[in-house]
């Protein structure tokens, strides 16, 4: 009966974003659920990518409002082969070129059916403005206080854009 209890459960897809752990780049669990109450924004990452430099606004927002808004990057080779191979060099590639100090996952997949469970729903969720693969670096999917995705911003959108801290920012 336990068996099929779980099996069941399997079968049932997450219905909020706080259903999902993470583990970080230096190995420890994260469970999205501690940040009920905040913004969340989810980004996937990588170190070689002509849009890299947005590790440094993202950094920014997070040391100005990191109270309030967390960041989370993804670290994913799925575009082009622009990521680091190893979790220790991307987590140093990060600190000494942008002194990122916001949280980084492990070296991830986000598209595909190697994506981990949390990029299949976010990019499946019920909100069909947000569905359809990450196209490429540095999307970024914007989480309201209550868990519901609110926003997607393809990887042009610059986290220092208007558009990006209206939407990220409480009023």
């Known amino acids: ?47 070689k990518c002509g849009f890299t430099k947005q590790y440094k606004d993202l950094q920014a927002l997070h040391e100005q409002h990191g109270d309030q808004l967390v960041i989370i990057g993804f670290p994913s080779d799925n575009f082009g082969g622009q990521e680091l191979d190893e979790n220790e060099d991307i987590q140093a590639f990060c600190e000494e070129n942008y002194g990122v100090t916001f949280i ?34 540095f999307e970024k999917f914007v989480i309201n206080p209550n868990g519901q995705l609110v926003h997607r911003f393809r990887s042009a959108v610059s986290p220092s854009d208007q558009e990006f801290l209206t939407t990220v920012l409480p009023k």
Do not use: C, H, R
Request: proline content about 4%; aromatic content about 10%.
């Open 1 to 47: 009966m336990l068996q099929m209890l779980l099996i069941f459960t399997m079968l049932i897809p997450s219905s909020s974003v706080y259903d999902y752990s993470i583990k970080t780049i230096d190995g420890k669990e994260v469970k999205l659920s501690d940040f009920k109450g905040k913004t969340l924004v989810l980004v996937n990452t990588a170190s």
């Open 104 to 137: 980084l996952s492990e070296k991830v997949d986000v598209k595909g059916d190697k994506a981990t469970p949390l990029f299949k729903y976010l990019t499946s969720a019920p909100n069909s403005d947000f569905t359809g693969d990450i196209k490429w670096n």
